[in-house]
Structure formats: structure tokens, C-alpha cells
């Protein structure tokens, strides 16, 4: 396709349950006229809201990207909008039926392929890009979060994740085109530290988490069978058979790729940056970026 804006030929249904709030929720992706953006509808809720896809809407980054309007809010926006960018589409109207986007696989490869099974279509209006004309430059030196955004004439991405840790250390992933989106970035999966579940799960979050939506990754050899069985209680998780094998991945799950922690980071940055409403003409290079950062830099 050239040029021209892009939706999809018809609407498409997903079934899932949200990350966060382990509510299972029905999705839409509907066709939407020319300049309509990205927005979301929450049909559950008196009057049907409508949500736009607008970082300076967004009011929580808390493990996921949250956007609030009229009085409505939708949660873990960014796998989603990442899968639309990524397939070029420009307008579509989303409508679900439970506050929160549904986790599917922990990646966009879902709805990549949901959006390709109705295929798109061509509209007559042309893209309008947001263009990066000059260098911009932000950062977070508190917290080590370092964006840059350089000429190009494609939409081209290079990010660096460094978490100081024996399981996942200094991390490179890079996107030259979005024609790269499917195959090299959509299929790669969320991930946390096993350190970190027990403080995500007392805090009312991955209500909706499982070992088939989301990379754990373990950082030490001597986790006990004790430790693991508390965790999966309190997860909710008891009937699931947890098991560490030293230093990797809970369950020895298996990477999609190498370096697919840092090829996800990649795909959130593209997801959140879609809150900047336009498709970009930019090289963005983004250090141990977040959601939090992520939308900061969408906001400039």
C-alpha cells in the first residue's frame, strides 16, 4: 500500500482476560473514517465512552500504559496500539467490553494477525506524518531514561535496556523499517523478575498473568520449592506445576529470540508512541526507556 490512510476492511473480534485486572473482556477492532485516529469505546459503561489514543491522556504508567476520559478508563493500551502501527493502520475505533486491553500471549503478534485476517484497505485521504525535522532530545538522568529523536525517512527504532542483572544485562534491539514489525519485534512477550511478582501481586496487579502470557525471569539458582508454591497461591496459580532450573526462565520457557526482552521494551516504545496520534518519519534511540519515559517523550 502507498501513501494513502489505512483501516481495516471489516471489524474483527479478540477474546482474552486483562494482565492486570484478570477480567475477561471481548474486543473489537471496527474500520473508522479517515483522521479518526486510534480511540476506544467502552461499551460496558453507560453512554458507551469514547477514549482517545492521546498521550496527554494518559494517567497511570504503573506497569502498563492506562488512558482516562469521560469519565472512563482503559488499561495496558500499548501491545495493542504497537500491532496497529506495526500493520500501518492509521484509523480504527476499538471497542471493548471490560476496562482492560486483553494480555493474549504477552505480545502484538495477536492482533497483528487479527487485523490481517480481515486485511485493510486503502482510504483517500493521505497519511499525515509527524515528522522529525530536527534533532530532540529528553532525559530522566534521575532515573537513567534516555530518548532521541533523529531525522530519516523511515519510522526506525533503537533501543538499549540495562537492568544490572546475571539473567538479562546489557541489551540491544533495533528496527531499521516498520516493514520489520511482524516478523522481528510483534512476537515478542512481556516480561518480569521473579523478585517482583510477589510485590506486583500484593499491589492488586497480574490478577490475569500466567506463564503463557509472560516471560519470568529468574536470577537466582537456589530458589526453594517452598518459595515458588507461595508464590503461585498468591498469584492464584496452585494448580500450575512452577519450576526454576537455575539462572533463566521460570519453567525454562523458551525465547522467542535472544534478546527478546529488549526487542519487547522496542515494541512498547512503538505502542506508546502511537499516543502521539500520527504515524512518525523519525529515528527514535531510547535507553532503560519504561512506560513512564515512553509517554513523557510523547508528550514534547
Known sequence: MGDKQITLKSEVKLIGVGLHTGEKVELTICPAKENHG????????????????DADLVVSTDRGTTLESNGARVYTTEHLLAGLVGMGVDNALIKLDAPEIPIMDGSALPFLK????????EQEKDKDYFVISE???????????????VPDSEYRVTVMVDYNSPVLGTQHASMMNISEFKEEIAPCRTFVFLRE???????????????DNAI?????PNVSQEELDRLAKLLG???????????????????????EPARHKLLDIIGDLALVGKPIKGHILGARTGHSGNVRFAQL
Not at 486510534?38 to 489514543?53: E, H, M, T, V
Not at 534533532?135 to 529523536?149: P, Q, Y
Open 38 to 53: 486510534f480511540k476506544f469505546q467502552r461499551i460496558d459503561l453507560d453512554g458507551q465512552p469514547i477514549i482517545k489514543a
Open 197 to 211: 511478582l510477589e510485590f506486583l501481586a500484593k499491589n492488586n496487579l497480574i490478577k490475569g498473568g500466567d506463564l
Open 114 to 121: 487479527a487485523i490481517e485476517s480481515v486485511g485493510a484497505v
Open 135 to 149: 534533532n530532540i532530545k529528553w532525559e530522566d538522568v534521575d532515573k537513567g531514561i534516555e530518548f532521541l529523536a
Open 237 to 259: 496459580k496452585e494448580a500450575l506445576k512452577i519450576q526454576v532450573e537455575g539462572i533463566g526462565c521460570l519453567n525454562s520457557t523458551p525465547l522467542r529470540f535472544e534478546n
Open 216 to 220: 519470568v525471569l529468574v536470577e537466582r
